[in-house]
C-alpha cells in the first residue's frame, strides 16, 4: 500500500472561467461515459431517418391529390420526431435525476459546491449534444425522405435552398434540443427520474388531448400556446391555420422551458442534496 | 481541522442533530460514534455543505466548505458506497470528479492503483460489490491529496481483509498529519482505529473524549485477584486504604489499588496468588452506558437500530 501520497497536478489556469471550464469537462465526460446516452442518440437518429425513408416509400404514394397539395414536405420527412422527441426528453431528464437516484449528486455537489456552476454545465453538456444530434438527424431525415420519394416526387419534391426549408429542418433538431432542455428543468425541479419523464410528456400531450374536448373558441385562444403546439411550429414548413408563427411557437415552448430551468436553478441552491 | 459551533438540524419537529459543538484536530484519526440515527450522517453532509444547518455553523481549515473554489483539494469525504452510475466504469467515474476540480489522469490512475481497483476499473461499476464501491468512494475521496479525510461508516461491508486496509489506511493518513474523521455505529472497530472519540446521540454530544479517558472513566475497573488466603489479603489491601470485596469462591474485587500494591504486599507477607489480573469496562460497555438512552428512544421508531447493540 503506497502511503505517501503523490500531489497531484493542478491545471495551471486559474479564475471563474476556469472553474466552468472544469466542471464542463467533467459533465461531458459523465455523459459520454454511460451508454444509454450512445443509445438515446443513436434510437433518435435510426427513428427519425428510418421513418423519412418508410413514409417517403409508402406512405406518400396513397396520399389523395387533395392531401398531396397541402402536404407539408418537411413535416411528412421528420415523422420520426415523434419517436426521437421522446429519447431526447428522457436523456434530457435522466441527465440530472439519474445523479438524484444514485447518490452521485452527493459526490457531484462536493466537489463542486457551486450548485448552479454544475446544472450549467449540465445544460451545456447535454444542449450542445442534443443540437449536433438533433440537427444532423433532421437534416439527414429531410435529404433520406427526399431521395426516396416516388420518381416525379409526386409534388413533393422540395430542395433545402427553398424558403423556409433549412430553417423546417434545422428546426427539428432544435425543437428537439429545447424539449430536452424542458426535460432537464424538470429533472432539476422534480429530482426521481420517474416523476419527471410522466411530467414531461404528461405536459407535452395531455393539454393538447384535453383542449380538444373544449368548445372551438377555447381551443383557438388556448391551443397554439400548449408546449407540442407552440414547438412543431419550428419544423413545419406553413405554419398550421391559427397557430404560432415558427420563431414564435419555438420562443413560447422557449418559455416553458425557460420556467422549468429558473424553478431549477432557484431550487438547487435552497434545498438539501 | 473541523470545527462545529452550535449546529443544529431540524425537518419539521424532528430534530436530526442538536447544538452540536466539537473539533476534529489534524494528525489524529477521530472517530464519530452512535447509533444508527444519531446525526452521524447529517453532520457530515453539514460539514460538506450538502445540507444547510438550521442553526449553528460549520468549518473546515477556517473556512466554510463552500466557500473553496476546488474542494477536492481541501476535503476528500466517503459519504456512501456505491452512489455510483451504474453503467459508468470506475475509471470514468475518478475522471468525472477529478475533472470538475482540474486534476489531472495521472492521478486517477494513482488513486485506482492505492485502493487496489486497477484491474477493474475499466468495468461498469454497477457490478461492483460493496466493498468494491467502498474502496472506489475511498478513491474518490483521495483524489485531491487533501489535509482533511471524512469517511461515513467506511468498513460497512468489507471482508476482514478490507477491514485492516481501511484501518491501516487511515492510520496512515493521519500519521502524515491530515485531519481523519470516520463515523461508525460499531465501538470495536473504533477501539481499534480511533485516538479521540466524538460520541452522539439524539443529535446531542454525549462525549468527546480519547479512547483511554474512556475507558478509565468506566465505573467497572477493578482488579481481581485469587488468593486461598484472600481474607487475610483483604485486610491488608484495606489498611493501605483499598476497597477488597469478596467475588465468587476464592477471589476478591479489589479498587483503589495498583497490581503492583498487591503483588508486592502478596509477596512481603508469604501469601500465594493465583491470579492477578485488570478487569477493564470494554469501550463497547461503556459506549452502552452513555448512549443507552439515545438507543432506546430510537428503538421505537427505527427499527433497524436494534442491529446497534450487538
Redesign the interface.
Known amino acids: 500500500?503506497?502511503?505517501?501520497?503523490?500531489?497531484?497536478?493542478?491545471?495551471a489556469?486559474d479564475g471563474r472561467l476556469?472553474?466552468f471550464g472544469?466542471?464542463l469537462?467533467?459533465?461531458f465526460?459523465?455523459l459520454y461515459?454511460?451508454?444509454?446516452t450512445f443509445w438515446t442518440v443513436f434510437t433518435a437518429l435510426l427513428s427519425n431517418i428510418v421513418l423519412a425513408a418508410l413514409v417517403a416509400l409508402f406512405l406518400v404514394s396513397r396520399l389523395s391529390t387533395a392531401d398531396r397539395a397541402t402536404a407539408d414536405p418537411v413535416r411528412l420527412s421528420l415523422a420520426g420526431i415523434h419517436l426521437s422527441q421522446i429519447a431526447f426528453g428522457v436523456l434530457g431528464v435522466l441527465i440530472i435525476t439519474?445523479?438524484y437516484g444514485?447518490?452521485?449528486i452527493?459526490?457531484?455537489?462536493?466537489?463542486?459546491?457551486?450548485r448552479r456552476l454544475v446544472l450549467t454545465g449540465k445544460l451545456v453538456s447535454f444542449a450542445a449534444t442534443a443540437l449536433v444530434a438533433g440537427i444532423g438527424s433532421c437534416l439527414a431525415a429531410f435529404f433520406v425522405f427526399e431521395a426516396f420519394l416516388p420518381s416525379g416526387g409526386d409534388g413533393l419534391k422540395a430542395s433545402i435552398g427553398d424558403p423556409g426549408v433549412l430553417r423546417a429542418a434545422v428546426g427539428g433538431g432544435l425543437y428537439l434540443t429545447l424539449l430536452g432542455l424542458l426535460g432537464l428543468g424538470l429533472g432539476a425541479v422534480i429530482r426521481a427520474s420517474a416523476g419527471a419523464i410522466a411530467t414531461l410528456f404528461g405536459l407535452l400531450f395531455v393539454p393538447t388531448i384535453l383542449v380538444s374536448l373544449l368548445p372551438q373558441n377555447w381551443r383557438t385562444s388556448i391551443g397554439p400556446y400548449l408546449p407540442m403546439n407552440a414547438g412543431d411550429a419550428i419544423y413545419s414548413l406553413h405554419p398550421e391555420a391559427g397557430g404560432l408563427g415558427p420563431w414564435s411557437g419555438f420562443a413560447v415552448l422557449g418559455l416553458y422551458a425557460a420556467i422549468a430551468l429558473t424553478l431549477g436553478y432557484f431550487l438547487i441552491k435552497r434545498r438539501?442534496? | 481541522m473541523i470545527e462545529a459551533i452550535g449546529l443544529s438540524k431540524r425537518y419539521g419537529d424532528t430534530v436530526a442533530v442538536d447544538d452540536l459543538s466539537f473539533t476534529v484536530p489534524p494528525g489524529q484519526v477521530t472517530g464519530f460514534l452512535g447509533p444508527n440515527g444519531a446525526g452521524k450522517s447529517t453532520t457530515m453532509r453539514m460539514i460538506l455543505g450538502l445540507d444547510a444547518p438550521s442553526s449553528g455553523s460549520v468549518t473546515v481549515n477556517g473556512k466554510p466548505y463552500t466557500a473553496y473554489r476546488r474542494p477536492l483539494f481541501e476535503v476528500g469525504a466517503l459519504l456512501e458506497a456505491k452512489a455510483i452510475h451504474g453503467g459508468r466504469s470506475a475509471y470514468h467515474h475518478l475522471r468525472s470528479l477529478a475533472l470538475s476540480n482540474g486534476i489531472g489522469k495521472v492521478r486517477v490512475e494513482q488513486v485506482l492503483d492505492q485502493v487496489g481497483l486497477r484491474s477493474v476499473a475499466r468495468k461498469p461499476a454497477g457490478g461492483f460489490s460493496l466493498g468494491m464501491g467502498q474502496r472506489l468512494g475511498i478513491a474518490a475521496a483521495l483524489l485531491g491529496d487533501p489535509p482533511v479525510l471524512m469517511f461515513d461508516e467506511p468498513v460497512n461491508g468489507l471482508d476482514p481483509e478490507g477491514v485492516l486496509w481501511i484501518r491501516n489506511l487511515l492510520k496512515a493518513l493521519a500519521a502524515e498529519g491530515r485531519t481523519v474523521f470516520l463515523s461508525s455505529h460499531l465501538m470495536s472497530e473504533m477501539a481499534l482505529t480511533a485516538d479521540r472519540l466524538i460520541i452522539i446521540g439524539r443529535g446531542r454530544l454525549i462525549a468527546e473524549t480519547t479512547v483511554a479517558d474512556l475507558l478509565d472513566g468506566g465505573a467497572g475497573n477493578y482488579l481481581r485477584v485469587r488468593s486461598p488466603d484472600r481474607d487475610a489479603l483483604a485486610t491488608l489491601l484495606r489498611a493501605r486504604g483499598a476497597t477488597a470485596v469478596h467475588e465468587g469462591q476464592d477471589a476478591l474485587k479489589v479498587t483503589d489499588a495498583t497490581s503492583d500494591l498487591v503483588g508486592e504486599l502478596a509477596r512481603a507477607n508469604g501469601l500465594a496468588l493465583l491470579e492477578l489480573s485488570t478487569q477493564q469496562t470494554s469501550l463497547e460497555q461503556r459506549y452502552m452506558e452513555l448512549t443507552s438512552d439515545a438507543v432506546d428512544y430510537r428503538t421505537t421508531e427505527d427499527a433497524s437500530v436494534p442491529a446497534a447493540r450487538n
Open positions: 500500500m503506497a502511503t505517501t501520497l503523490a500531489t497531484p497536478q493542478r491545471r489556469t476556469a472553474d472544469n466542471v469537462r467533467s459533465e465526460c459523465k461515459s454511460i451508454r444509454s439519474s445523479e444514485t447518490g452521485m452527493r459526490a457531484t455537489l462536493a466537489a463542486v459546491p457551486q438539501d442534496a
